[in-house]
């Protein structure tokens, strides 16, 4: 953003000043660089089914005990003991390999 800004302000400014804008505008970049480098160093991204684990989600196709869920934008496999019907929300209680574990909503009536 400040790169932007900076580029923007050494062609709109006059002439000694668009320099110094652009001046401003690099160093602005570079913390913003070096801020958000220290920030993310040394996490690691979470991904997997893991992550899905407490998230709420639709059934796609009915669990009868197998189907299909909506979670966080993505179609999984879900196992569901009780059953669950097309459009129902669930609740991701644990996995087994790729298969989601799911409960129906507590607030869903059946």
Not at 20 to 49: K, T
Not at 52 to 60: N, R
Not at 63 to 76: A, D, H, K, L
Not at 88 to 107: C, F, K, P, S
């Amino acid at each position: 953003m400040f790169l932007l800004l900076a580029i923007v302000l050494l062609v709109v400014l006059p002439s000694p000043w668009g320099v110094v804008g652009f001046a401003i505008g690099l160093v602005c970049f570079a913390g913003e660089v070096i801020f958000w480098q220290r920030r993310v160093r040394g996490r690691r991204a979470q991904v997997g089914a893991h992550t899905l684990i407490g998230e709420s989600g639709t059934v796609v196709t009915p669990c009868r005990p197998t189907g299909q869920v909506r979670v966080s934008g993505e179609i999984w496999a879900a196992h569901c003991e009780l059953g669950a019907d097309l459009g129902e929300t669930v609740t991701v209680v644990g996995r087994r390999q790729l298969t989601l574990v799911v409960e129906r909503a507590a607030d869903a009536p059946g």
